[in-house]
């Protein structure tokens, strides 16, 4: 079954188109890596499907209900607010730099959104909160304050702040980017550890190796379009694919 | 001396009064201005723009003395002179604070909204729970400036016939020859700022718990 399938979505800039023409589905229980150069269009991918940005044209349906599909007029119709404000949450995201709120402890983190938008008790919020903490190997930060952790520290709170929603889908957009290499490894084993529990995960990343081992389905992505797409095998070892090869090329795999 | 004294009290206590309701009002004016101010509506966000650079841009002791004769002119009524000098401070405050919000709400990063808006909450919790919370740590230093001087600006209304602080020892000093009660009054203020800015580094401390 597929939880998010996208059609013909079109997204440009001002003059500059960065989604042209982008059509995939991802199944339930999958996980699908989006690689591609830099401005490729990934991560607009991801924040539209987020609902951070909107589409100029397109269809996008997550979890059976439809986001945005294209009007008669051939422009998008996004669908009425109580419906966004359903649907959105169950996509969670998962940034670039983390965007924890500073002024909020780790439990309130992942509390907050708990308490105030789902209206989860407080008491069960906060055993869900410890739950994922722990999980997360992060049992004993609760109490701390982002500032106090490391980057990766701050990314798994993050992700744990994501899964306390329940979300049918966890994106990430470049999680590792703004680490170094050793706390890079600490995410990507979080990571590969929801994947082992079937959690159904997108993955916007830089880390080919990683792509290759973890994911079910890569999509290589290259100035808006999805030039090739399957499994990791096809993509990373068997490409017939001119510019696939030039781009992989670089990482040595 | 000591009838003296009691007189400047008696002054300070209406500067005081002046401080606290020019705040009063002031604090949460400026907030709605600095929204109007970024609203995307362009004949909103022009006429507080406009708002702004009048109160910014002309004297203080102008604006109180428009505020207290004009509707005089307009109605043939004034309102009170104490009603006349909180509206005037209110209303020029309120444009300062607008700009120290302003600055300080567009300092927050993009990030922090987006994660607010991927995590569900609605525009009014991330505004007073996300957003706010953490300009009012930014704005401090800023925030410390103003109100400082307004301690010093309540001076002013005398210009208009309040009996607050600085005109009661003017008053004295004519009475008595002596300039002695208008250096009094300058220890008053001092003091009184002195207070204002030990307050401020204890809200900037308790603010300290995060970075």
């Known amino acids: 079954m597929s939880v998010i399938s996208v059609e013909h979505v079109r997204k440009s800039f001002s003059t500059l188109e960065v989604l042209q023409d982008i059509s995939f589905s991802l199944n339930s229980g999958e996980v699908l890596s989006i690689i591609g150069p830099s401005g490729s269009g990934k991560s607009t991918l991801l924040r539209c499907i987020t609902n951070l940005e909107t589409v100029d044209s397109g269809t996008i349906v997550i979890g059976g209900d439809t986001l945005v599909t294209t009007g008669p007029d051939g422009t998008a119709v996004y669908a009425d607010k109580g419906t966004i404000t359903r649907i959105r949450l169950r996509v969670g995201l998962v940034f670039q730099n983390f965007n924890l709120f500073p002024h909020f402890s780790v439990l309130r983190n992942i509390t907050e959104a708990q308490i105030h938008v789902l209206k989860t008790p407080r008491q069960e919020a906060t055993e869900r909160a410890y739950d994922l903490l722990a999980k997360m190997g992060l049992g004993d930060k609760a109490k701390a304050y982002p500032y106090q952790l490391s980057g990766g520290q701050q990314q798994r709170v993050s992700i744990a702040r994501a899964l306390a929603l329940r979300p049918q889908v966890l994106c990430f957009d470049e999680p590792t980017s703004a680490l170094d290499p050793e706390l890079t490894g600490e995410i990507l084993a979080v990571i590969r550890e929801l994947a082992t529990e079937h959690m159904t995960m997108m993955v916007v990343t830089h880390e080919m190796a990683f792509a290759r081992d973890i994911s079910d389905r890569v999509i290589f992505m290259d100035e808006g379009f999805i030039v090739e797409e399957g499994t990791p095998k096809q993509v990373f070892s068997d490409t017939k694919n001119e510019r696939t090869r030039r781009f992989l090329s670089r990482f040595g795999s | ?211």
């Open chain 2, 1 to 211: 001396m000591g009838r003296l004294l009691t007189l400047m009290l008696g002054g300070t206590l209406t500067s005081l009064k002046i401080f606290f309701l020019t705040l009063l009002f002031a604090l949460p004016l400026g907030l709605l201005v600095a929204k109007g101010r970024m609203s995307k509506h362009r004949i909103i966000s022009s006429l507080v723009n406009g708002y702004i650079m009048i109160m910014r841009g002309t004297p203080l002791i102008l604006q109180l003395i428009f505020v207290y004769f004009a509707p005089y002119y307009v109605f043939g009524a004034s309102s009170d002179r104490f009603t006349a000098v909180i509206i005037a401070y209110a209303i020029n405050y309120a444009a300062y604070f607008a700009e120290i919000y302003r600055g300080g709400i567009q300092s927050i990063p993009q990030g922090q909204l987006e994660a607010s808006s991927v995590l569900g909450f609605t525009k009014v919790h991330t505004f007073t729970h996300i957003v706010m919370p953490q300009v009012v740590k930014r704005i401090m230093p800023a925030m410390g400036n103003e109100v400082i001087t307004l301690v010093k600006d309540t001076a002013l209304a005398q210009t208009i016939g309040v009996a607050e602080l600085f005109r009661v020892a003017q008053n004295a000093a004519a009475r008595e020859f002596s300039t002695m009660p208008i250096f009094v009054a300058g220890v008053f203020y001092f003091v009184m700022n002195a207070i204002v800015s030990k307050s401020f580094d204890l809200i900037e401390r308790k603010l300290d718990y995060y970075k």
